[in-house]
């Protein structure tokens, strides 16, 4: 399990080891660790040019630690000095180690640019020391220039923390920030390393153990292991009703591929039958992809919505969603749901453009704001949300929240959200919880793209002939 802390429970952390250690001690381990990072990633220091993008605060320190270790083992460093207050002992360190440092005004031998511009322009690698999470969003008008400098020439950035500008807290991106090839961060992750923008801005995130002892995480990011043990596996004594069956109330004549769609996505999921509830032609439809599929009965979940574009039965949903088996409610069903009644078996598989709907919100601003979004829906309607996008954020009525981050963008494509939905049915049915039927669909579903995909295109069924491999895989 990857874990997410706030700045506040990160501070408290530092403050409390911090307390029990000699000074200093925390930030040394941070920057050794962030040292070996860049290191690691420049595939060696000797004859390196680094440069590091220097602010007021303890990044920076940091940073400049971090610049005086690869300076010793013979890399050119420069600082570029965005403030008058740098961290002086890591300054002090950094020059004595043979790193030179510039204010970011300094003017340049060759006109019209400056010295910190020209530098950076010829590094091989720029170091992100500008902010870390005593950092506002947004970046300083010095601090963007040369940031943009680093982008014009294709130099990567590796971050110190954070990328300098993301919201710490929230992973939202309101205003310019750095863009990352690599963050190293420590102690623990922070919510904008999983939860995106801010996420995708981080690039791959190398966390440093330093040490510190934390609460439970506010966010969480659930790996194979936590994934295996949550999946129910069929024992020796199972039989197809106890390993639950799923009522599929999906698909119109409209769009009767959905149907055809979410019950390939439940047949590769953990129950031993699905029932197919609606119009003749789409039943048959069903069928004839999936002779396995019976007709209505006892169910222990459902699925509901994917495609019910004119057979939307609004009453009737809503009977399904008071009654005692749980529900996932995708789609056009999504128009059923209200606001009254207990709703803490139900899961709602809503995008951007869908969740942008229930709550009266423009659609822009949910995908800026995904985590406030997810949780404000689940404690408006007292359900579990998963919110489908490049990270799949699952916001539980009780404030829980995990997000899943390893899908391809290559399944954005017609039908793989029916196929997800089906797949939560069954694993509803299988007797998960709606958090762990989101987390463990939303993991698997992701899983199974990424080995159809193989880094090219994917259709939706493509997607769930693949769930079986990829459920082997994880179990094996
Ligand atoms: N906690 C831990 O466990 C450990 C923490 N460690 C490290 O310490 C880092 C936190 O350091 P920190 O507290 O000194 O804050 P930090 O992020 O450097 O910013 C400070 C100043 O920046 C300024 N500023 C604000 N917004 C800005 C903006 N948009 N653009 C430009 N400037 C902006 C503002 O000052 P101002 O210029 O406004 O006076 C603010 O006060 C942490 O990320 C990690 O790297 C590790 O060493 C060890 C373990
Ligand atoms: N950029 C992306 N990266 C990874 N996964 C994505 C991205 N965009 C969308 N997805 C995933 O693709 C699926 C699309 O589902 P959805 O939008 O419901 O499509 P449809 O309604 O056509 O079935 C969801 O599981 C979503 O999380
Ligand atoms: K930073």
């Known amino acids: 399990m990857r874990h997410a802390h706030t700045v506040e429970q990160v501070r408290a952390a530092e403050a409390a080891l911090m307390a029990r250690l ?3 001690t925390l930030m040394q381990r941070a920057a050794t660790g962030l040292a070996v990072a860049i290191s690691n990633f420049l595939g060696g220091t000797y004859g390196a040019r680094v440069v590091l993008l220097i602010g007021s ?3 920076g320190g940091d940073a400049l630690y971090a610049g005086a270790y690869l300076a010793r083992r013979g890399a050119q460093v420069t600082a570029v000095l965005l403030s008058d207050k740098p961290h002086a002992a890591g300054l002090a360190a950094l020059e004595t180690a043979g790193g030179q440092a510039i204010p970011v005004t300094a003017s340049s031998a060759s006109n019209g640019t400056t010295a910190a511009q020209s530098a950076v322009a010829g ?3 720029v170091v992100d020391g500008i902010v870390g999470i005593g950092g506002r969003p947004g970046l300083r008008p010095e601090a963007l220039a040369v940031v943009q400098v680093a982008e014009r020439y294709g130099v990567p950035i590796v971050a110190v923390d954070t990328p300098s500008g993301v919201d710490v807290d929230t992973g939202e991106t309101p205003e310019p920030h750095v863009n990352a090839a690599l963050t190293v961060t420590f102690g623990t992750h922070k919510i904008c390393h999983l939860v995106d923008p801010a996420a995708t801005a981080c690039g791959p995130v190398h966390l440093v153990d330093i040490g510190l002892d934390l609460p439970p995480a506010q966010v969480q990011a659930l790996q194979a292991a936590d994934i295996k043990a949550l999946y129910p596996v069929p ?5 197809k009703y106890s390993r639950g069956v799923l009522g599929l109330m999906v698909g119109s004549a409209q769009y009767p591929g959905a149907a ?4 390939a996505g439940a047949l590769a999921g953990p129950v031993g039958m699905v029932r197919y509830v609606g119009p003749d032609a789409v039943a048959s439809a069903v069928r004839e992809a999936h002779p396995e599929v019976v007709g209505d009965g006892r169910v222990q979940a459902w ?5 019910l574009g004119d057979e939307l039965d609004v009453p009737r949903i809503r009977e399904l969603l008071d009654a005692e088996e749980p529900v996932v409610l995708d789609a056009d069903g999504l128009k059923a749901l209200d606001d009254s009644g207990d709703h803490v078996d139900v899961l709602i598989t809503p995008h951007a453009g869908e969740l942008s709907r229930l709550l009266g919100v423009d659609r822009a601003t949910v995908e800026a704001e995904r985590l406030k979004y997810a949780r404000l829906a689940a404690e408006t309607f007292d359900v579990t949300v998963l919110l489908k996008g490049s990270t799949t954020v699952i916001a539980g009525p009780d404030g829980e929240v995990r997000v899943n981050t390893n899908a391809t963008p290559w399944l954005a494509t017609a039908g793989a959200g029916d196929v997800l939905a089906g797949l939560c049915g069954a694993l509803l049915a299988g007797g998960l919880t709606a958090l762990d039927a989101a987390s463990v669909g939303a993991y698997l579903h992701a899983a199974a793209a990424n080995l159809a995909s193989g880094g090219g295109p994917i259709t939706a069924i493509a997607v769930a002939q693949a769930l079986p491999e990829a459920t082997r895989r994880l179990l094996s």
Do not use: F, L, M
């Not at 699925?303 to 495609?307: A, F, V």
């Open 22 to 24: 000699p000074e200093g």
């Open 57 to 59: 605060g303890d990044n």
């Open 123 to 125: 590094a091989d690698v």
């Open 235 to 239: 024992h020796g004594e199972s039989d």
């Open 260 to 263: 055809v769609i979410a019950t």
């Open 303 to 307: 699925t509901i919505g994917s495609g």
